[in-house]
């Protein structure tokens, strides 16, 4: 395994340029969630949705890691 030295030099602030902004889209959905305990495990559910525009995401979900 080689070991390189990278010398980095600072260039000052960039300049980006703005990008245009498309039409707003409907409103998004905002879970509800319910922490409960089983044992030594936590555990999240998603109970219901709130906010939103058109049908709402289906329920009853388990969170879960990954």
Do not use: E
């Not at 044992?39 to 995401?57: D, E, S």
């Amino acid at each position: 395994m080689s070991i390189r030295k990278i010398d980095i030099q600072a260039v000052g602030p960039v300049q980006v340029p703005a990008t245009p902004t498309g039409p707003r889209g409907p409103k998004g959905w905002t879970p509800v969630f319910v922490s409960l305990s089983d044992g030594f495990r936590k555990l999240v559910r998603i109970t219901g949705w709130t906010g939103g525009v058109a049908p709402c995401p289906p329920r009853a979900f388990w969170v879960r890691p990954g």
